[in-house]
Nanobody, 134 residues
Framework: EVQLQASGGGLVQAGGFLRLSCAASGFSFSFDDYAIGWFRQAPGKEREGVSC????????YYADSVKGRFTISSDHAKNTVYLQMNSLKPEDTAVYFC?????????????????????????WGQGTLVTVSS
């Protein structure tokens, strides 16, 4: 079982930046076996996919709303995935979660990552709150 710990949220002014971290642990965790995604949920809204990354697919995916502003990356030595968030906007305000998807096949992983549906991700960390003031 994979355990995920998200951190790095906070209060920032519009135009500012934050870096979120998602530390993965567990006896069998490996980036070869899991895709990691970032999701967010604003008050009164459904949880939505923001970005995800997988060694099996080889490229990062981003929601249209964050393309060009957010960058996902991974540090294999630390089993950590980062989400660098630049040019933050008030509409980015949400609780951010990281989650893991167990890789079945490269084709399935590509579909899952392209869709970034929370239902496809099995293990979830606790959220970290990001508040962007105008």
């Amino acid at each position: 079982e994979v355990q995920l710990q998200a951190s790095g949220g906070g209060l920032v002014q519009a135009g500012g930046f934050l870096r979120l971290s998602c530390a993965a642990s567990g006896f069998s965790f490996s980036f070869d076996d899991y895709a990691i995604g970032w999701f967010r949920q604003a008050p009164g809204k459904e949880r939505e996919g923001v970005s995800c990354i997988s060694d099996a697919d080889g490229r990062p995916y981003y929601a249209d709303s964050v393309k060009g502003r957010f960058t996902i990356s991974s540090d294999h030595a630390k089993n950590t995935v980062y989400l660098q968030m630049n040019s933050l906007k008030p509409e980015d305000t949400a609780v951010y979660f990281c989650a893991a998807h167990g890789i079945v096949s490269p084709m399935t992983t590509a579909r899952v990552m392209g869709a970034m549906s929370p239902a496809d991700f099995d293990s979830w960390g606790q959220g970290t709150l990001v508040t962007v003031s105008s």
